[in-house]
């Protein structure tokens, strides 16, 4: 813990060094109305916490799902203007519902 407090002002720098390519994606996103956010395993709750943030900064509708609930409910109606995101768990494979 103390090692990643020590190296926290390092990850910083790195991602204000990524600024453009931050900007980029906002601006590719900006106009959306809708948010999906996907995460199964270590991803669900931060897949929660991403959507309850962008709630709360851009008051756009953004909900949080893990893939298991996507099949027959909230993915059928979504379209192109609906973008989602999503954070894979590092043991998970393609494809793989568990």
């Known amino acids: 813990m103390v090692k990643g407090l020590?190296?926290?002002p390092a990850r910083i720098?790195?991602?204000l060094a990524t600024e453009d390519d931050i900007a980029a994606i906002a601006?590719?996103?900006a106009e959306a109305e809708h948010m999906f956010f996907v995460g199964r395993v270590?991803?669900?709750p931060v897949a929660r916490e991403?959507?309850?943030k962008l709630k709360e900064i851009s008051h756009v509708h953004a909900e949080a799902y893990q893939p298991s609930e996507l099949k027959h409910g909230p993915l059928c109606p979504t379209t192109n203007?609906?973008?989602r995101t999503?954070?894979?768990s590092r043991k998970s494979k393609p494809g793989a519902a568990r």
Do not use: H, K, N, T
């Open 42 to 44: 270590r991803g669900w």
């Open 6 to 8: 020590a190296d926290l």
């Open 13 to 15: 720098g790195e991602i």
């Open 27 to 29: 601006a590719r996103y």
């Open 86 to 88: 999503s954070r894979p």
């Open 50 to 52: 991403g959507a309850q």
């Open 81 to 83: 203007c609906s973008p």
